[in-house]
């Protein structure tokens, strides 16, 4: 397993919507087991493939956030909201590509997803809680979309400079 480089906003390959896997092989299964392994060290709770540069409809997650839990890793192949509840949730959301800004994001409190496993085979499920919030920011990733557009424009551009400055930084080494 390799750690992969996680690109920081604003970057153009985070804008962009993300295409179909089309068969799950041990490509697919390797680039898997990478994000997994970037995520829990990070450490987060989700990564969407677009966030190291790979523009395909896949993501990882385990929100299981106490460390004597057993991790719940999942992998979700071209996963699709079939359902969304009319009941909504706030979290403070935040993003690896986004470090250390945390803002209030509301999305439904539920919702139904579809999407292939790492076996290939086909899963269909309910999450909530923050579950619900994880897998709708990690799909909203595919669709090029980040928490911080949901913000008010100006909050929205204060987060981006303040990227901007860290990317520069970080540059500069
Ligand atoms: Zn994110």
Same mark, same amino acid.
């Given at each position: 397993?390799?750690?992969?480089?996680?690109?920081?906003? %604003?970057? &153009?390959?985070?804008?962009?919507?993300?295409? %179909?896997? *089309?068969?799950?092989? =041990?490509?697919?299964?390797?680039?898997? =087991?990478?994000?997994?392994?970037?995520?829990?060290? *990070? %450490?987060?709770?989700?990564?969407?493939?677009?966030?190291?540069?790979?523009?395909?409809?896949?993501?990882?997650? =385990?929100?299981?956030?106490?460390?004597? *839990?057993?991790?719940?890793?999942?992998?979700?192949?071209? &996963?699709?909201?079939?359902?969304?509840?009319? *009941?909504l949730?706030? /979290?403070?959301?935040?993003?690896?590509?986004? &470090?250390?800004? /945390?803002a209030?994001?509301?999305?439904?409190?539920e919702?139904?997803?579809?999407?292939? =496993?790492?076996?290939?085979?086909?899963?269909?499920?309910?999450?909530?809680?923050?579950?619900?919030?994880?897998?709708?920011?990690?799909?909203?990733?595919?669709?090029?979309?980040?928490?911080?557009?949901?913000?008010? %424009?100006?909050?929205?551009?204060?987060?981006?400079?303040?990227?901007?400055?860290?990317?520069?930084?970080?540059?500069?080494?």
């Amino acid at each position: 397993m390799t750690l992969r480089n996680i690109l920081i906003h %604003p970057d &153009p390959r985070l804008k962009k919507k993300a295409t %179909p896997i *089309a068969a799950v092989n =041990d490509d697919i299964r390797r680039l898997a =087991d990478d994000m997994l392994e970037t995520m829990y060290d *990070a %450490p987060g709770i989700g990564l969407a493939a677009p966030q190291i540069g790979i523009t395909e409809r896949l993501l990882v997650m =385990d929100c299981v956030k106490d460390e004597e *839990a057993t991790p719940e890793p999942m992998v979700l192949i071209n &996963p699709e909201i079939t359902w969304s509840s009319e *009941a909504l949730n706030v /979290y403070e959301e935040g993003c690896l590509s986004i &470090p250390e800004q /945390y803002a209030e994001v509301e999305r439904p409190a539920e919702v139904e997803v579809q999407w292939t =496993d790492e076996k290939g085979k086909q899963r269909r499920e309910r999450f909530d809680g923050l579950w619900a919030t994880c897998v709708q920011h990690e799909i909203d990733h595919l669709n090029g979309k980040l928490f911080i557009d949901y913000l008010k %424009p100006l909050r929205r551009q204060m987060i981006t400079r303040k990227m901007q400055k860290l990317k520069r930084e970080r540059a500069r080494g």
